[in-house]
């Protein structure tokens, strides 16, 4: 399994990103799937999560209004669309494969991507 995590880079805060992440080696459209990221020196937190289907989504407080989940199943990619970044936003932003059942756990997720950093500048 293989999920790779493109489009972080650095951006003024105000500004706007797109994340992707690429999935090989699993039927993606049978796995919810989510995003988390984690600071410099603080722990992994959840982000975003999206249902099998796309149907259902999910956000962290911090994030909701700003950030949109979206998935293609045909492409097998999942995205996460960040507007209005702030200075807070600065972290490794990982996509993750769920195989368990609680959606904002990192528990519950077995397959990670590598990471792609997002630093906004204040």
């Known amino acids: 399994v293989q999920l790779q995590a493109s489009g972080g880079g650095l951006v003024q805060a105000g500004g706007s990103l797109r994340l992707s992440c690429a999935a090989s080696?699993?039927?993606?459209?049978?796995?919810?799937m989510g995003w988390f990221r984690q600071a410099p020196g603080k722990e992994r937190e959840f982000v975003s999560a999206i249902s099998r289907s796309g149907a259902s989504t999910y956000y962290a407080d911090s994030v909701k209004g700003r950030f949109t989940i979206s998935r293609d199943n045909a492409k097998n990619t999942l995205y996460l669309q960040m507007n209005s970044l702030r200075a807070e936003d600065t972290a490794v932003y990982y996509c993750?494969?769920?195989?368990?059942?609680?959606?904002?756990?990192?528990?519950?997720?077995?397959?990670w991507g590598q990471g792609t950093l997002v630093t906004v500048s204040s």
């Open positions: 080696g699993l039927t993606f459209s049978s796995y919810g």
């Open positions: 993750a494969a769920r195989t368990d059942s609680i959606v904002g756990d990192y528990r519950s997720y077995g397959y």
